[in-house]
């Protein structure tokens, strides 16, 4: 953990290609007690666990005069905020199935956030299918 603080500290004032763009590094705030970090840059925030920084870290590449790259590059960047929501969701069903387990009462709550879960998945599965429709083009 140590080293990916140091390796997020060092991005601070820098510029990085991530997902087709290029980002200033604004700021990295590491969060020891919840195991996860914040990168804020000058198009977006991405909050990521401990546990998927090393990976995370890997589609960013120090920017030194370079173009935002084509389809691509958006595809891991969509895949990757996505995969960040599908570890959202699935501790969202794991909190409420131990809620429903506990109190039989929380089943029409829960069944409402499937039903929003899945509309999510659903979502996320047509932005991929439109984005590997636009690279046949």
Do not use: C
Request: aromatic residues 8%; hydrophobic residues 35%.
């Amino acid at each position: 953990m140590n080293k990916l603080v140091k390796q997020l500290e060092a991005m601070v004032g820098k510029t990085y290609n991530y997902g087709g763009r290029i980002h200033y590094v604004k700021t990295v705030v590491p969060n020891v007690d919840e195991a996860k970090f914040t990168i804020r840059t000058n198009l977006d925030i991405y909050e990521r666990s401990y546990e998927s920084g090393p990976d995370f870290l890997t589609y960013w590449t120090e920017a030194i005069n370079t173009l935002p790259t084509a389809p691509e590059a958006q595809e891991v960047s969509l895949m990757e905020k996505d995969t960040a929501t599908v570890d959202k969701l699935t501790e969202l069903l794991m909190d409420n199935i131990i809620k429903v387990q506990q109190d039989a009462g929380y089943i029409k709550q829960a069944q409402s956030i499937n039903n929003n879960v899945n509309s999510i998945l659903n979502l996320t599965k047509l932005k991929l299918d439109v984005l590997k429709q636009s690279r046949r083009r």
